[in-house]
């Protein structure tokens, strides 16, 4: 009797360090012990019990959890689900180049070096650093270039926004 205690704490503790609840590894062992019962008394000769109800409980374990998780899957073949195009649409796009033709309109007013760094920046995700280290410049030079491109586009882009 104290052998089959063991093995159910046993199951039950190696249950757990793989990731099970103290309820569901309960439920797990007791499922391994009916089916080595089922198997026995259909007439089968195991040879070693507690592997056997080891591997099962294992395996009922990665089924269970198979079950938890099948609701995330889908069954189509990946040629027949349908496709979700998450890309701007053409007014988008149509809108971007506009504002991105006046911006440039704007800042060729202004220095190439300046309209190249708000560009690098703003445009390509470039930080003031990586700019700087670009034009052999300092951070701080940076900055001013940024400033001044700022200092011109607001004005004249709250304008544009009040004709619109």
Known sequence: MSSLVTQIGRLRSLLRRRGQRREDAEDLVQEA???LQVY???GNV??????????TAFNLAVNARQARHSHLYVSDAVEDLPLVDLGPGPEEVLAAEQ??????AILDE???RTREIFFMHRLHGLSYAQIAEHFDVSVSAVEKHIAKAMAVLG???YREMQRS
């Open 40 to 42: 026995c008394n259909e």
């Open 99 to 104: 504002c991105l033709q006046k911006l440039t």
């Open 46 to 55: 195991v040879r070693s019990p507690d592997a056997f109800l080891a591997r």
């Open 155 to 157: 004005p004249q882009m």
């Open 110 to 112: 202004q220095s190439r």
């Open 33 to 35: 012990f009916l089916r």
